[in-house]
């Protein structure tokens, strides 16, 4: 048989799919290094927006363009309608409804909760969330985070939420995916705690024995 006819084996061999998209996501203590950096922005707005991006895990385009009539503080919610698929409720943790309440109460008829300049005749679709990177960049910066891209904060919000405990099904409706194809993604997070839960029930069935 000739050279020419032998197939390499490894050929045959698929080779693993390499996942979309960048997971990069802020541990707690990175988390707390931004906040305290966005709360001393010249921009007073920057800390409740990106604190609300990584309490909820909404897209930087859905908060930047965020109306008052579509938060609901009483049941910790807020509505979206304008997302890139189904309109969808999103539950709001209690520190981002008591920032929330204090922007309600600076912000008199303003129609936006984090544009104090958009004018009521300004539809959200033409609220750019570029309008918080100049500051979030320079937040960033001071953090020593200049990995840290805006939209890296939505995947922070839900790598923390199934760390946390939260099940595939409920962080795939609260990111406003219909399937479940996006969330998979984050599971090799769970590894640590697949170890575990396993070692709970590392002496089931083994009979003890007295050591001497």
């Known amino acids: 048989m000739g050279k020419s006819q032998i197939e390499n084996p490894v050929n045959a061999i698929e080779r693993p799919k390499v996942p979309k998209g960048r997971i990069i996501f802020l541990k707690e203590e ?6 305290k950096e966005c709360r001393a922005s010249k921009n007073k707005m920057l800390y409740p927006y990106i604190l609300t991006l990584l309490h909820t895990a909404m897209r930087p385009s859905e908060a930047a363009g965020l ?6 503080l009483k049941n910790r919610s807020l509505t979206l309608f304008v997302t ?14 008591n920032v929330l309440q204090e922007l309600r109460k600076d912000n008199g008829d303003n129609e936006f909760v984090f544009l104090k300049d958009a004018g009521k005749s300004t539809q959200a679709k033409n609220i750019p969330s570029s309008r918080f990177r100049p500051s979030f960049d320079k937040a960033r910066e001071r953090a020593g985070l200049q990995q840290i891209h805006m939209h890296d904060l939505r995947h922070t919000a839900a790598s923390h939420m199934l760390m946390a405990g939260t099940d595939l099904r409920t962080l795939a409706a609260i990111l406003g995916h219909s399937t479940l194809q996006m969330v998979l993604r984050y599971t090799h997070l769970l590894d640590d705690h697949k170890l ?12 003890q024995t007295n050591q001497p």
Not at 30 to 35: D, K, V
Not at 67 to 72: A, C
Not at 84 to 97: A, D, G, I, S
Not at 196 to 207: K, P, Q, W, Y
């Open 196 to 207: 575990n839960a396993v070692d709970r029930i590392s002496t089931f069935g083994i009979e």
């Open 30 to 35: 990175e988390a707390i290094r931004l906040l």
């Open 84 to 97: 890139k698929n189904e309109p969808r409720t999103v539950p709001l943790t209690q520190p981002v409804v």
């Open 67 to 72: 109306r008052w009539d579509q938060v609901d």
